[in-house]
């Protein structure tokens, strides 16, 4: 008997032993998949902890190293939540070096970076330098873009025909999209082609943005000259005004029609039927993975037409509902079959011509640079763009803001300036959603969370302290 006790304690010491080296061997295991493969979930609502689509194709493809000096005292809690923030960065590139530093531990490394608050985070890398003082994910993923670029390039907004004004702060200047572009790491300029007589050799896009009076010939000669030698421009055309590019942009492909969109669904949630609200893109580099609404407040459609050496493409569209209305003028507005053109619309068009670089095709590939299978060979091949919307009130200061708007117009603006890095959906401000309770509601909380859950536990369990008492 004493053999066969032993035997079997031995059998269960040895099976205790076993599964303790499978468990522990099932944490090494996963300990090491971990490190391998770093993976965060955010369960929060609003996704506090869920970095932008811009910033993750951001630091995802950094081109060399950042260095980050992070000034915050040891028990800081705001030192926590920025550990937090940085979390996701560092999962995301193995490129980012961070170091923290207590400013009160340390006074002669805040000397040389010249730190003067807490809180305030060094971006380093090459040349390039800079800090930021409230390092929330917009402030940390501009100031990476601003240490990556060596050189900035510039946009130039067209001015001398009543344009919106990028230094107008009003609801209908486009101070707004000036600072996004320049947060975005763009330089931003006016320009007035009637006293300089030229567009600028370093101008990387020119945005002409809602024109209210013609543009002269000799200065469409100039904008011409700009496309042909590979020049991109982002043309954003209001209804009822007569810029004077028809012929203009006829060349290109391109038709304006003397219309206004309408759009009864918009109506019936809660906008004006002038304002359509689009939500559908047509397959393209700009609205690639885009997922948000935009509005365009008082819209004329765009034609995309055949034109000999140029591809020519819708970009955006409007609901099946709308239509294209000819006679605005009455107040009342319906479709009329034969004469309104029925949805879906189109409100944006891109034009583009790659130009000859002057070299012979290779063989297997036409005079175009595509090979057999129709698929483009040379993609560093030089080309010209050109980007029609019929709005600009859409990226002005009052409706920048507003869900994809502001995307939309920087997309746009980034492809066209050749910086398809910065083609996402950007960081948004991320606020804090209290809990507003009344005061009668607090009191149940309270009850219920200190005296009634407390004291169901405790009865529950004298019950049965008393019932295996009487046993």
């Known amino acids: 008997m004493i053999k066969g006790f032993k035997s079997r304690t031995a059998i269960q010491g040895t099976n205790t032993f076993v599964l303790t080296c499978v468990f522990l061997g099932i944490l090494v295991f996963a300990n090491i998949l971990s490190s391998r493969h770093k993976y965060r979930f955010d369960l929060t609502s609003s996704g506090i902890f869920t970095l932008a689509p811009q910033t993750q194709k951001i630091v995802s493809n950094l081109p060399r190293e950042i260095s980050m000096t992070a000034f915050f005292q040891s028990e800081s809690p705001t030192r926590s939540d920025f550990k937090n923030l940085?979390?996701?960065?560092?999962?995301?590139?193995?490129?980012?070096?961070?170091?923290?530093?207590?400013?009160?531990?340390?006074?002669?490394?805040?000397?040389?970076?010249?730190?003067?608050?807490?809180?305030?985070?060094?971006?380093?890398?090459?040349?390039?330098?800079?800090?930021?003082?409230?390092?929330?994910?917009?402030?940390?993923?501009?100031?990476i873009l601003k240490v990556m670029k060596d050189e900035k390039k510039k946009i130039y907004f067209l001015e001398g025909h009543g344009e919106r004004d990028p230094d107008n702060t009003e609801g209908q200047g486009y101070s707004a999209a000036k600072k996004a572009l320049e947060r975005d790491g763009f330089q931003v300029e006016k320009l007035l082609l009637l006293q300089t007589g030229k567009i600028p050799e370093d101008a990387d896009a020119l945005v002409i943005a809602g024109p209210e009076k013609p543009i002269l010939p000799q200065e469409q000669e100039v904008l011409e000259d700009f496309l042909q030698n590979g020049g991109s421009i982002f043309l954003l055309i209001d209804p009822k005004t007569q810029s004077g590019l028809d012929d203009f942009l006829a060349r290109w492909g391109i038709g304006l029609r003397e219309d206004i969109v309408i759009d009864p669904m918009s109506k019936m949630f809660g906008g004006d039927y002038a304002a359509p609200v689009v939500s559908q893109y047509m397959m393209h580099d700009i609205t690639k993975d885009f997922a948000l609404s935009t509005i365009f407040p008082v819209l004329r459609s765009v034609t995309a037409n055949k034109a000999e050496g140029i591809k020519v493409s819708e970009l955006l569209q409007t609901g099946a509902n709308s239509w294209a209305e000819m006679d605005f003028g009455g107040g009342k507005v319906k479709f009329d079959i034969g004469v309104d053109q029925r949805g879906p619309v189109t409100i944006a068009v891109v034009a583009s011509k790659k130009l000859d670089s002057g070299e012979n095709p290779k063989p297997g590939e036409d005079e175009k640079g595509e090979n057999d299978m129709g698929t483009e060979k040379n993609e560093s091949a030089k080309k010209s763009n050109l980007v029609v919307v019929g709005d600009s009130d859409f990226a002005n200061n009052t409706y920048f803001n507003f869900s994809g708007n502001g995307d939309f117009f920087l997309n746009t603006t980034s492809w066209l300036a050749e910086e398809e890095s910065l083609i996402s959906i950007r960081p948004r401000e991320r606020k804090d959603t209290p809990i507003h309770l009344t005061s009668d509601l607090g009191a149940a909380l309270f009850l219920m969370g200190t005296i009634f859950f407390p004291g169901v536990i405790v009865l529950a369990g004298v019950r049965k302290w008393w019932t295996r008492r009487r046993l």
């Open 86 to 143: 940085m979390d996701g960065y560092l999962g995301l590139s193995d490129k980012i070096k961070l170091s923290f530093v207590d400013p009160d531990k340390n006074p002669s490394i805040i000397k040389q970076y010249g730190v003067t608050t807490y809180g305030t985070v060094v971006l380093e890398s090459g040349k390039q330098e800079t800090k930021v003082q409230n390092p929330n994910e917009e402030n940390m993923t501009n100031a």
